[in-house]
């Protein structure tokens, strides 16, 4: 009876000694510094899949253009065979650009966010509601959109560009000198291109993301007993980026092809392009290269949980408040 007693409550007992570790908050400039890094890590790791996504992606923007890529692999070797693998890393710079600033501030700020909306609603610390930390990963994703805007536009741009003919300059030499031409020949408003469509994409990836990330890992430390380690870490890290590609997807169709068709002259409005997807290729077309998108966001996930994870706690920080 005493051994049948003790073994019930030490999933209660791990709970607590899982909730209980020392540790400090940190201070919002280490938690961005911390989260750059870790998305940093992911984009690099990730970007010769994202420039197949983006390909994917940006195909039958027109009624008369033949479909070239196939496949995530097809895509991957078509590409590095045509215009050489260092092709597949278009829009590095600006992809880190971006990763510092929009996955910096949308993953720094998630959660101060969540916590003080936790606060506002009376929830007790280590018991915040999904619907809560779905409110706070919105307004982070919206946050880090109208901060970082620019340097999607630019990754995207890079990422479209074929190999020039040749004696044809690139149109875009560096990310630095993309910047000033886009803004000098389009106006600084074409910098934010594409905002809306960001806004929602990144809203729903940053709740699908770090709010699925979060409740699973509760759940898998409070309901299994599991430590706050590097298993939790991966099997949370891969459920969200599953839901975040499924749910996000289509956001991310409409961004990238909003983005791009500005650089032609043939954008017209994101309703434009909606319509036009739906038109031209129906309602699939908004999960073009789910499967390079799916590739590409689980190996993102992995890397940069697992990386922000290790990083937190070599800051000395406390395990995260759910």
Same mark, same amino acid.
């Given at each position: ?41 992911g ?26 890529y ?13 215009e ?22 949308r ?26 930390k ?34 044809v ?14 803004? =000098?020949? +389009? %106006?600084?408003? !074409?910098? &934010?291109?594409?905002?809306t469509? @960001?806004? $929602? *994409?990144? #809203?729903?990836? /940053? ?71 739906? =038109?031209? +290729? %129906?309602?699939? !077309?908004f &999960?073009?290269?789910?499967?390079? @998108?799916? $590739? *590409?966001? #689980?190996?993102? /996930?992995?890397c ?19």
């Amino acid at each position: 009876m005493l051994i049948d007693v003790t073994h019930r409550l030490m999933p209660q007992q791990q709970q607590e000694r899982n909730l209980a570790k020392p540790g400090l908050v940190l201070p919002f400039y280490q938690a961005f510094a911390a989260s750059a890094v870790a998305a940093c890590t992911g984009e690099i790791a990730t970007m010769p899949i994202d420039t197949v996504k983006v390909r994917l992606q940006l195909q039958g923007t027109s009624q008369s253009q033949t479909v070239k890529y196939k496949g995530t692999l097809s895509t991957l070797v078509t590409v590095a065979r045509q215009e050489g693998v260092m092709s597949l890393y278009k829009g590095l710079v600006p992809g880190l650009h971006r990763q510092v600033l929009l996955g910096g501030v949308r993953i720094a700020a998630y959660a101060p966010i969540r916590d003080y909306y936790a606060s506002l609603l009376h929830e007790q610390p280590g018991h915040t509601s999904i619907p809560t930390k779905i409110a706070a990963a919105l307004s982070a994703g919206t946050l880090a959109v109208l901060v970082g805007n620019p340097t999607d536009v630019l990754k995207c741009r890079m990422q479209a560009q074929g190999k020039p003919a040749p004696g044809v300059p690139a149109k875009y030499p560096s990310a630095l000198a993309a910047y000033r031409i886009i803004a =000098r020949q +389009e %106006g600084i408003k !074409a910098l &934010w291109t594409g905002t809306t469509p @960001n806004i $929602a *994409r990144n #809203s729903v990836v /940053n709740a699908a993301e770090l709010a699925t990330y979060d409740q699973i890992k509760e759940v898998l430390m409070h309901s299994f007993g599991l430590n706050d380690d590097i298993y939790c870490h991966l099997s949370a890290s891969l459920c969200a980026g599953f839901l975040a590609v499924t749910a996000g997807s289509p956001f991310d169709v409409i961004k990238s092809r909003c983005m791009v068709l500005s650089a032609k002259g043939d954008y017209r409005g994101v309703g434009h392009v909606v319509m036009q997807t739906l =038109r031209l +290729e %129906g309602p699939l !077309a908004f &999960w073009s290269g789910y499967g390079a @998108n799916f $590739a *590409r966001l #689980s190996i993102w /996930n992995v890397c940069m949980f697992l990386t922000l994870e290790q990083l937190r706690k070599l800051l000395g920080a406390a395990q995260t408040a759910h």
